[in-house]
């Protein structure tokens, strides 16, 4: 269990903090869509219990890309951004036209580089904002069942508690037919320090 | 412009791609192509390349260790950081190991072609 | 889902006597181990999230079915409490995967936990 109890105060302040985070990353993607409009649901902090995280994305038995990065540095979190897979093909049209969408190592690369630059945009607004330096590790992908990629990524990051802060936000693209939601799981250490940062303990 | 030698290093096929695409449009030379650190540190005293794009978010070997090392072999080294963190620590650390300027993902073509000409020409 | 079908979550585990189905899904790096004993028709099904709890502070209470050492024990108590017995339980493993290469230097969490939960 956490060293203290989250209460909604906090969870309210990491929701305002995910909301400027994911707004940048969203604006990069925008850019790199070609100033595509994109739509972004107001993300979502929850304590969630263990048991019940790997269906946070809905459905978690539907197949998923799913790009993994792990930020470290003054706090540690674990970024997710998870796709299905029509979405990461139209992702991967629009970025290199002309081919159809399939996962080789270029459409691959696509999704990976995309979830760099998701995560780098994020971290960007988180260290301005906090002051906090986190450095990103290299984009990992999985394509697989939505729930055993949460569970793999909990499990390999030690996010055990019984109860799990999750950061969920959904985007939408307005014309290439993409949809994507991030998930952001940070580590309990890491929200202490943000929380003593944002005066709540 | 013409013909100046260009080492692209990233670890994403995609953005490799992206930059070499750019800078063979806008007449220069693709010298080489690196995947992580070690590879642009490498390939760097090999091909001796007039600028070398460095990501800094790599395996093996992050950007900012190879800027350091290339930078001790050659420290008339013409490097430009494409990365997308910004974080302002890490554009006074890339700065001060020697990069000659920091590019942040994602970016426009213009923003790349001006920031090598600035640099090499 | 049918009466008779119970469903597994992560870090959980159940059993079930004479008839009826026990279900988990996605287990990734996860291991689900099934026990089976066919003569007093006692099944039991854990999913399992890592190898060894170790890091857990014992002198708090903690959901035993999180890891390999403690939910297998506990899951062969709960079907002995049904009338399974040790010599009759047959084991399926499954799960266990690499999804993502990460770069690590010793062996896999999935890995770790088929090691841990070595069964005959």
């Known amino acids: ?33 070609g100033e595509e409009k994109i739509n972004m649901v107001i ?60 996962l080789d190592q270029m459409g691959i690369s696509v999704l990976i580089e995309v979830g760099n630059i998701l995560t780098g945009s994020y971290l960007n607004a988180v260290s301005l904002m906090t002051g906090l330096n986190l450095l990103p590790s290299p984009p990992q992908i999985a394509v697989d069942m939505s729930g055993a990629i949460i ?33 952001i799981l940070p580590d309990g250490g890491a929200l202490e320090k943000i929380f003593s940062i944002l005066g709540l303990r | 412009m013409l013909g100046k030698r260009i080492l692209i290093t990233d670890d994403t096929a995609f953005m490799r791609m992206t930059l070499r695409n750019i800078l063979v449009k806008n007449g220069y030379e ?37 800027i350091k090392k290339i930078m001790e072999k050659d420290p008339d080294a013409k490097i430009v950081v494409v990365s997308a963190m910004g974080q302002k620590a890490l554009v006074i650390e890339a700065l001060n190991s020697g990069a000659k300027d920091f590019i942040v993902k994602p970016f426009q073509p213009d923003r790349i072609v001006e920031a090598l000409q600035k640099v090499i020409g | 889902m049918e009466d008779n079908t119970i469903k597994v979550k992560i ?13 988990t899904v996605g287990l990734g790096s996860c291991v689900g181990i099934a026990l089976y004993d066919s003569v007093n028709k006692v099944g039991g099904l854990a999913h399992i999230l890592l190898a060894d709890s170790k890091l857990q502070n014992k002198n708090e209470s903690f959901n035993k079915a999180k890891f390999a050492d403690t939910a297998i ?6 079907m002995e409490s049904l009338g399974a017995e040790r010599k009759n339980l047959r084991a399926k493993i499954a799960g266990g995967s690499q999804l993502f290469n990460f770069q690590k230097k010793g062996i896999s969490i999935g890995e770790k936990i088929l090691l841990q939960s070595s069964v005959s």
């Open chain 1, 1 to 33: 269990m956490h060293a203290f109890k989250i209460d909604d105060n906090m969870l309210d302040a990491l929701k305002e903090l995910a909301n400027i985070g994911i707004g940048n990353a969203v604006t990069s993607l925008s850019q790199l869509l």
């Open chain 1, 43 to 102: 993300p979502v902090a929850t304590l969630v219990p263990l048991q019940d995280a790997p269906e946070s994305l809905g459905e978690e038995e539907i197949p998923v890309a799913g790009v993994y990065i792990k930020a470290a540095g003054d706090v540690d979190l674990t970024v997710l951004f998870v796709l299905s897979l029509d979405s990461a093909a139209n992702l991967i049209t629009n970025l290199i036209p002309g081919t159809k969408g399939g």
């Open chain 1, 151 to 183: 569970s793999t990524v909990m499990a390999e990051n030690q996010l055990i508690d019984d109860e799990v802060v999750l950061l969920r936000t959904t985007i939408r693209t307005m014309e290439s037919r993409i949809d994507g939601n991030i998930l």
């Open chain 2, 30 to 66: 693709i010298a080489g192509e690196a995947e992580d650190g070690v590879q642009a540190v490498e390939q760097y005293m090999i091909i001796k390349p007039d600028l070398v794009t460095m990501d800094i978010t790599m395996p093996n070997m992050d950007g900012i260790t190879a």
């Open chain 3, 11 to 23: 870090a959980d585990l159940a059993v079930k006597k004479n008839e009826g189905v026990i279900v």
């Open chain 3, 73 to 78: 024990p506990l899951l062969i108590g709960k």
